[in-house]
């Protein structure tokens, strides 16, 4: 195929001389394949003649599908290297950081919810004490004792980090490490199709589970 024809440019490739060649021999292929009755032998020599001649089509589609797509790819597989290469030790840096400043974040948190507590104990402990006061000044004494611990427990800070532009904070999320596979219900696992027919055909044929047999298939090969 002509290399004038630019691989990003799809209209010209659509509009290239051999694609559109290639384009209304594959209509008439498919034409005759849709309509082809098989009723003899002669009409099964002919199926056998197009399905040979359909995949020597489909070859040459695949060929000239790589002519074009295959700087693509290799451009932007190159690409894709050098954004990677630059992002990655930004992206390293990030998870590290983002590692210290949770356990920051945590460490923090666990500590105010443990002022929290204290102050509500305390509290706990001061109207308890205002109810057992003899007289009224202990009372009186208790009660305010009650309510500073109170307002202690209320003005414990327990949130995310605010800066100039960002914010930081912490939330629960559920996920799971697999500990015994064998213990997982089968719902949450999936079969292994390549690895049960690279079994296959390496000759096993009989897996726990699975029904192995042989099929016949059309197999079409070029004289």
Request: hydrophobic fraction near 45%; charge should be neutral.
């Amino acid at each position: 195929m002509s290399e004038d024809v630019k691989p990003y440019d799809i209209n010209g490739v659509a509009a290239h001389p051999q694609v559109l060649a290639i384009e209304a021999t594959l209509a008439t292929v498919e034409a005759d394949a849709r309509t082809l009755a098989i009723t003899n032998q002669a009409q099964a020599e002919v199926a056998t003649r197009m399905l040979a001649t359909i995949k020597t089509e489909l070859d040459g589609v695949e060929t000239q599908r790589q002519f074009f797509v295959r700087p693509l790819n290799e451009q932007v597989a190159r690409i894709n290297a050098l954004f990677k290469r630059l992002a990655e030790p930004l992206t390293k840096a990030r998870l590290a950081l983002n590692d210290r400043l949770g356990m920051w974040l945590r460490a923090q948190r666990a500590e105010e919810e443990r002022k929290v507590a204290e102050a509500r104990r305390l509290a706990q402990e001061a109207s308890a004490m205002a109810a057992r006061a003899a007289t009224e000044a202990q009372r009186t004494q208790a009660a305010e004792a009650a309510k500073v611990a109170i307002r202690a427990a209320e003005e414990v800070h327990v949130g995310p980090v605010h800066t100039e532009g960002a914010r930081a904070t912490t939330r629960q999320v559920w996920t799971f490490d697999l500990v015994d596979q064998a213990e997982v219900p089968r719902q949450y696992l999936s079969v292994d199709s390549q690895a049960v027919m690279a079994a296959i055909r390496n000759g096993i044929r009989t897996i726990p589970g699975l029904r192995i047999y042989d099929k016949q298939v059309v197999v079409v090969s070029r004289l």
